[in-house]
């Protein structure tokens, strides 16, 4: 009645037990080795079989995966001195072909340090270019610290939403402030173009300052509209025409102040300090916060154009990590460009036998992961405190569905390849374990006795 697994006992499999009247002649034991194998066999065979068939149906009906294109880059970074730019597509990274996110992600962390060419698309054309990845020490998923390379870029897309921090600059003195949403930007006579995000209107208005349009309007989401002379602009600026008129992204522009920040902090605040870190840009503050474990920090914001330094409260929260259980703190806000995902690409098989095929791969891919994984368990490279049980797998299973069916059940598949494995480990209580002896038998042609397998089972509960 206790949904933590199941045991089934094969009848007459222990030597010497009471068989009923009904089940003479059909014990286990009496069955041929081949048989008996392929009994023990049928439950991990049908836990890699389930992963098979749900990675199957998952590509059937579409996996989306994060597309290789550029969505931010960070001013000074070595993605910035190698000349990426935003909405470039990464084509090629080391000679080595790239179609998703993950591709870059994964190859750029491979080299740090290192000297890498790569291929971008542009405009539709090909451009060669050349990343020095910076080297950080950082943790893996399971905790162990290692060397890998940082390059400065972002999938997510920094949103039209801006901020005026300085009460001189242009952008404050034609009517701008810091929240404005914009919308759509017409330049001259011309027809207004939607806009979505920041970098997008930053080019725009770049290409119109150098073809000489006189001005540009701005369309907000509130529905006003602000006109900006284009010759006010730098068509030269490295950082782009906004910067030039004192226009900033949102990424640090705070909102939504929890309760028991809201005595100290408003919407529209700029942050620029935390503790001891100024900040030039919303990646610098998430690398000091992702993991930090004081309940309090001092904040330098800047409100109505003036700096304001505060001593704000975090909020509690307990998370798992490698090591085990522990509180970190989190900002009691969001902020106001909270970084946009991009659609995604859809991989998908045109018929069924793509589709299994796909299915059969990722779970022989995925058993390779976590046969490395115990692999680094067993020689201590990896603590113990990774492991999960029940209660745990609940825990996961209840955060995959808000994340979406897809994530849902590609967590079942991967539980369910982990459960095939652990169970053909040569372990007695393992299937595995019966299919070692069973082997034994096969080879010996006779079977095995009593004694052997009693001391090879107290063996494997010891």
Not at 273 to 284: A, I, M, R
């Amino acid at each position: 009645w206790i949904p933590l697994g199941g045991y089934v006992k094969f009848v007459g499999a222990i030597p010497g037990e009471e068989i009923p009247d009904h089940l003479q002649g059909k014990e286990f034991n009496r069955a041929p080795v081949w048989k008996r194998v392929l009994t023990v066999a049928a439950g991990p065979a049908a836990n890699l079989l389930l992963a098979v068939v749900v990675y199957s149906a998952l590509s059937f009906q579409g996996i989306p995966r994060a597309p290789a294109v550029i969505g931010e880059v960070v001013p000074g970074s070595p993605a910035y001195q190698a000349g990426i730019q935003y909405d470039d597509k990464v084509v090629e990274i080391a000679g080595e072909e790239v179609t998703v996110w993950s591709d870059i992600r994964r190859l750029i962390s491979a080299r740090p340090g290192q000297e890498t060419p790569l291929v971008v698309e542009r405009l539709g054309q090909r451009v060669n270019l050349t990343l020095t990845p910076d080297v950080r020490t950082g943790k893996d998923f399971l905790g162990r610290e290692r060397k890998e390379g940082r390059a400065g870029i972002a999938l997510n897309r920094v949103p039209s939403v801006i901020a005026v921090t300085d009460d001189n600059s242009v952008g404050a003195k034609v009517g701008l402030k810091t929240g404005d949403h914009i919308t759509a930007l017409k330049v001259d006579d011309g027809e207004p173009t939607p806009i979505k995000y920041l970098p997008q209107l930053d080019r725009m208005l770049q290409k119109a300052k150098e073809q000489g349009a006189a001005q540009a309007q701005l369309t907000l989401k509130s529905g006003q509209t602000v006109t900006i002379p284009m010759d006010d602009g730098a068509a030269t600026d490295n950082d782009g025409f906004l910067a030039s008129i004192g226009v900033n992204n949102a990424q640090l522009a705070i909102a939504e102040v929890g309760e028991g920040a809201k005595a100290l902090l408003q919407d529209g605040d700029y942050l620029v300090q935390f503790n001891d870190l100024k900040l030039s840009n919303y990646y610098d503050l998430y690398e000091k916060v992702v993991d930090f474990k004081e309940p309090k920090a001092d904040l330098t914001v800047i409100r109505n154009f003036e700096l304001t330094e505060l001593e704000v409260p975090l909020d509690p929260v307990d998370v798992q990590r490698p090591e085990g259980r522990v509180t970190i703190y989190r900002l009691p806000f969001g902020f106001m460009g909270e970084p946009i995902q991009p659609d995604p690409l859809i991989e998908k098989a045109d018929n069924i036998f793509g589709a299994i095929a796909f299915g059969t791969v990722e779970t022989v891919r995925q058993s390779g992961w976590l046969l490395n994984i115990i692999k680094h368990l067993f020689l201590g490279d990896i603590p113990l405190k990774v492991l999960g049980g029940p209660i745990s797998i609940a825990k996961q299973a209840s955060d995959s569905v808000k994340r979406g069916f897809t994530v849902f059940f590609a967590n079942m598949a991967l539980i369910s390849i982990n459960l095939g494995l652990i169970n053909l480990f040569p372990i007695p209580v393992l299937d595995g374990g019966q299919l070692m002896l069973l082997s034994a038998e096969a080879v010996r042609r006779r079977p095995l006795q009593e004694s052997s397998i009693e001391n090879f089972q107290k063996l494997g509960f010891a």
